[in-house]
Nanobody, 115 residues
Framework: QVQLVESGGGLVQAGKSLRLTCAAS????????MGWYRQAPGKRRDVVAS???????HYADSVKGRFTISRDTAKNIMFLQMNSLKPEDTAVYYC?????????WGQGTQVTVSS
C-alpha cells in the first residue's frame, strides 16, 4: 500500500517562495510518473506539475516559469519549488502518481498566499 506524505506548506506573502516535499513509502517514485496536484476551496483537484520516469517535466500554464518539480529517487522523495507565489496559488497541494493516481491520497499541505 502506497503512503504519501506532503509537507512544506504555509502562509506566505505574494511574491515569496515555498518548497513542498512529498515522501513516498510502499512505492518507488522512479518507477512511476508523478505529479503535484492542488485543490482550492470549491474547485476540483487539478495537476499543476508532473515528472515522468525519464525526468521529463510538464506544467500547467498557470504555474509555468514559476514552479519546478523535481525528485530524489535515492531518497524516494519529490519536490515542488514554488516561486513568485500569487494569491490564486492558494490551495491544498497533494502529490500522487500521474496521470492515474494511486487509490489513496495523502493529507495534503495547505499553501496560503496573501496579497
Amino acid at each position: 500500500q502506497v503512503q504519501l506524505v506532503e509537507s512544506g506548506g504555509g502562509l506566505v506573502q505574494a511574491g515569496k517562495s515555498l518548497r513542498l516535499t512529498c515522501a513516498a513509502s510502499g512505492s518507488t517514485l522512479r518507477f512511476d510518473s508523478m505529479g503535484w496536484y492542488r485543490q482550492a476551496p470549491g474547485k476540483r483537484r487539478d495537476v499543476v506539475a508532473s515528472i515522468g520516469t525519464s525526468g521529463s517535466t510538464h506544467y500547467a500554464d498557470s504555474v509555468k516559469g514559476r514552479f519546478t518539480i523535481s525528485r530524489d529517487t535515492a531518497k524516494n522523495i519529490m519536490f515542488l519549488q514554488m516561486n513568485s507565489l500569487k494569491p490564486e496559488d492558494t490551495a491544498v497541494y497533494y502529490c500522487n502518481r500521474f496521470p492515474v493516481p494511486y487509490g489513496d491520497w495523502g493529507q495534503g499541505t495547505q499553501v496560503t498566499v496573501s496579497s
